[in-house]
Every structure is written in structure tokens, then in C-alpha cells.
Nanobody, 113 residues
Framework: VQLVESGGGLVQPGGSLRLSCTAS????????MAWYRQAPGKQRDMAAW???????YYVDSVKGRFTISRDNAKNTVYLQMNSLKPEDTGIYYC????????WGQGTQVTVSS
């Protein structure tokens, strides 16, 4: 099983991006999906999380700007990012927890004028 991410890129401050992550194979009983991010020189931290039942969690710095959603039929998780700031710059990784823990390869998001 591989997690394939897409949607990263360069955007100006205040702009938007939508990240997608799809599992290429079958993951048994996905319990949760999440997006983590790693800024240059910093550790990887969770940005947003969604459970199988729908409840979500956001780190304070992205609340009101990011929205996580999932399509269970497609084994896909999305991250809509609005009002992007330079401090949102980093590598974004998707994460899925089922019978095992799965990680994507990461996609670069750069917010700069």
C-alpha cells in the first residue's frame, strides 16, 4: 500500500491550495487520517486529523483556515488550505491508521511573495 499525495506548490500569502492523498491499495479498517507538516529545521507535527466517524481536530495555528475531509469509498483524504501564511511553508505528509500506520512521501508547500 502506498499513499500518493498531490496538490502542493508555490502560492502567495493569502492564497489557497488543496492537498489530496489516496491509498493505492486496500487498507483494512481505516480508523483515522491526518495531515502532518514539517517546516525547515523543525520536527514533523500534526496539522489536522479526522476520525472514521467524522470528528476533526486542528492545531490552533490552522483553525479557521484549513479544512480536512475524507472520502472513505476512495480511501482519500483532503486538506483545503485557505488564507495561507509564510509560516505554513513546509513539507506536508498524509497519514492513515488502519491495521498498520501508513505515511505518504510528502508534498512541498511554499507560501511566499
Amino acid at each position: 500500500v502506498q499513499l500518493v499525495e498531490s496538490g502542493g506548490g508555490l502560492v502567495q500569502p493569502g492564497g489557497s491550495l488543496r492537498l489530496s492523498c489516496t491509498a493505492s491499495g486496500s487498507i483494512f479498517s481505516i480508523k483515522s487520517m491526518a495531515w502532518y507538516r514539517q517546516a525547515p529545521g523543525k520536527q514533523r507535527d500534526m496539522a489536522a486529523w479526522i476520525s472514521s466517524g467524522g470528528p476533526t481536530y486542528y492545531v490552533d495555528s490552522v483553525k479557521g483556515r484549513f479544512t480536512i475531509s475524507r472520502d472513505n469509498a476512495k480511501n482519500t483524504v483532503y486538506l483545503q488550505m485557505n488564507s495561507l501564511k509564510p509560516e505554513d511553508t513546509g513539507i506536508y505528509y498524509c497519514n492513515m491508521i488502519g491495521d498498520k500506520v501508513f505515511w505518504g512521501q510528502g508534498t512541498q508547500v511554499t507560501v511566499s511573495s
